[in-house]
């Protein structure tokens, strides 16, 4: 963590600190609905972007919203959008053409009690698998989790850049609690922050291949208008864009989506650790539950307890390799998590028998507390 300085302090709360890292990585389309509890983000932008020369739309819905995002950046901008669970469910069509189309985005859902309606001002984790598989279809995609008000801000700006260098949307899953907590921070001044930006076809315009492959999976992108033929659809398609029942040429694409992804695994699955040096008894835990459980690793250590602690950033793709070496350096590990354990699973489906795995969940609209870790700790 940064430590801050009296020049660049501030005090944020953490849908602030999304808006601050999506104008620093060169966000400058935003189209959504209000929505508890992101709508401080729709708030601030409607104001923020148009002083960058950005723009701002609220839509009638987020099913228009997601559209309206599309169709940002497939004329060059770097654009998002944010919502909470029953809008994040209506989006997920859009998410899907977004998918196949290989359209750059972000999409943030703070996430609230459901189903339906369900818990509008309190924090849950309910729709982790909901953002992995809640458009159909066998698909890649790249879901991040955010624990602290820093955490908004730096992971938001790696989500844009993980989105415009691999053309994938990529999803970031705060709650309620991360997107209300107010904590002083140091943001990094905007020519230090490493911007990544999509690549631009460099031939001539007869010769470009919209979705041709390469070495990385990752075709190059034209922006709508600037002369290039680019055919978009909702269809499986070739290397032109146009819709394609040939096996080759399906086999080709699907095979080519989860290429790009697999070949970035190394810098695509982040995680965070603490204390694991000589850890016996490990948490594995993500977004405002890691930051409970981070207290809690003090906590078990003055109690003789060599516990220690891996935060996941990355969701999916599932970062196995490093939740494998968790597993077999510990006897125990705890998955502590605000639904009825959908990342519990994720740990015991590559577990392989090689250390106890437990879970803990609060589906009640709190957050799990400190003292409720170190105490499953201490049984463990």
Request: charged share 20%; glycine share 8%.
């Amino acid at each position: 963590m940064r430590t801050p300085s009296s020049k660049n302090r501030r005090l944020l709360q953490g849908n602030e600190a999304i808006v601050e890292g999506a104008l620093t990585a060169g966000c400058r389309f935003f189209a959504g609905y209000p929505i508890t509890p992101a709508s401080e983000i729709s708030e601030m932008l409607s104001v923020r972007l148009p002083q960058v020369n950005g723009t701002f739309i609220q839509m009638e819905d987020e099913i228009a919203s997601m559209g309206a995002v599309i169709g940002a950046s497939l004329a060059g901008i770097k654009s998002m959008t944010a919502t909470s669970g029953p809008g994040f469910s209506l989006l997920q069509e859009n998410l899907g053409f977004a998918c196949i189309a290989e359209v750059p985005c972000v999409v943030v859902d703070v996430m609230r009690g459901g189903p339906s309606t369900g818990l509008p001002t309190n924090p849950s984790q309910g729709d982790v698998m909901q953002a992995r598989w809640g458009t159909h279809g066998d698909h890649p995609i790249i879901v991040l989790a955010v624990s602290t008000v820093l955490d908004c801000f730096d992971i938001t700006v790696q989500a844009f850049n993980l989105s415009e260098a691999y053309r994938v949307p990529v999803i970031i899953l705060s709650d309620e609690m991360v997107a209300h907590t107010r904590e002083t921070v140091a943001l990094p001044p905007v020519d230090r922050v490493e911007i990544i930006d999509r690549v631009s076809p460099s031939m001539p315009s007869e010769w470009y291949v919209p979705y041709e492959g390469n070495s990385r999976g990752v075709p190059t992108m034209a922006a709508f208008g600037e002369g290039y033929r680019h055919h978009v659809t909702g269809l499986v398609h070739d290397v032109r864009g146009f819709p394609t029942q040939r096996a080759d040429e399906i086999q080709a694409f699907i095979s080519r989506l989860f290429q790009k992804i697999t070949q970035g695994f190394y810098e695509i699955q982040i995680t965070k650790s603490f204390m694991m040096d000589d850890a016996e008894v490990a948490v594995i835990a993500y977004g405002s539950v890691a930051r409970s459980a981070r207290r809690a690793m003090s906590d078990a250590r003055e109690q003789g307890i060599k516990a220690g602690l891996l935060q996941l950033i990355t969701l999916f793709p599932f970062p196995r390799r490093s939740v494998e070496s968790v597993l077999r350096q510990c006897r125990a590990v705890l998955v502590p998590e605000m639904n009825m354990g959908q990342i519990s699973r994720e740990v015991k489906r590559v577990n392989h028998f090689a250390c106890q795995v437990e879970k803990y969940n609060r589906i009640d609209g709190e957050l799990i507390r400190p003292d409720e870790i170190s105490g499953k700790l201490a049984k463990l």
